[in-house]
């Protein structure tokens, strides 16, 4: 398996002083997925949940919906032209009678740590038919218990800890208890591995709960969160118009800002149980 950190040695400056000293950064490699052996992405991740991921991925293509989807995900064995492993390729292998991807949803065979969606060939194309409506989700959640995720999130990074790179994506119940979390330079990647995690584990639709994620709320996350069947998507930072357009049209509580006390609800507030104003 890959390493998640990598040392390097740095110049650091501090009030005109210089000293040398090691410094701790979250490493990125390319993941090759690949399905019944033929290529269908590179994405770049930091190493670790790679499976968790790869099966994400195909959750949010539409591809899988169930774990019975995929009988099996392996690393490629001869990916070195000396027949090494760099467990930089992943070959999943889908369940008798799941359809492979559509070739007409291409996506240029290179994505980066940033951006999921610069391969994409429309954005009609990222529009895709989910497996679960979560408009009718009975999920309700109160503000105080909300407002508490990001320090949720934040204490269970264990990587960002060493190198202040990572992003997370955190699945947590109503009652603030985390489900599962996931670290990644890429806080699209966090997402798949936390989505990907929970198909493998037999959990999707992801009905009733909050995804909580690092940075900004892009039109992908939400598209990633109605995919797994999740009702809210909480961010700590600023959603995008488009994030914010899908998550109305999919019956998605999309929230953003939400940092100390406060926070903005962009769509589906019914969902947050409020004081009522004297």
Not at 84 to 108: C, I, K
Not at 200 to 223: C, I, K
Not at 269 to 275: F, P, Y
């Amino acid at each position: 398996m890959g390493r998640v950190t990598a040392r390097r040695r740095v110049l650091r400056m501090r009030g005109g002083v210089s000293s040398q000293r090691p410094d701790t950064l979250a490493v990125e490699e390319p993941l090759e997925i690949r399905v019944g052996g033929r290529p269908l992405t590179v994405t770049m991740r930091t190493p670790g949940d790679d499976f968790d991921l790869a099966a994400g991925f195909l959750v949010s293509e539409g591809v899988v919906h169930a774990a019975d989807d995929v009988a099996g995900i392996r690393y490629c064995a001869g990916a070195t032209a000396d027949g090494g492993n760099t467990y930089n390729v992943v070959d999943v292998v889908l369940g008798p009678g799941v359809a492979a991807p559509d070739a007409s949803l291409e996506r240029n065979f290179y994505t980066t740590s940033s951006c999921g969606l610069c391969g994409k060939a429309s954005l009609d194309a990222v529009r895709t038919s989910t497996a679960w409506s979560v408009a009718d989700d009975p999920l309700r959640i109160g503000p105080q218990a909300l407002t508490a995720l990001p320090d949720r999130l934040r204490a269970a990074q264990r990587v960002f800890d060493s190198t202040g790179g990572l992003h997370a994506a955190g699945l947590f119940t109503a009652d603030g208890e985390l489900l599962c979390l996931r670290e990644d330079v890429g806080r699209h990647n966090a997402v798949d591995k936390v989505v990907g995690h929970s198909l493998r584990s037999g959990l999707l639709p992801l009905r009733g709960t909050v995804l909580m994620v690092s940075g900004r709320a892009s039109f992908e996350l939400v598209q990633k969160a109605l995919m797994a069947g999740i009702p809210m998507l909480a961010a700590v930072s600023a959603p995008s118009s488009l994030a914010a357009d899908l998550a109305a049209e999919g019956g998605l509580t999309l929230v953003g800002f939400l940092r100390g006390d406060s926070m903005n609800v962009y769509t589906g507030a019914e969902r947050l149980q409020q004081q009522p104003v004297a």
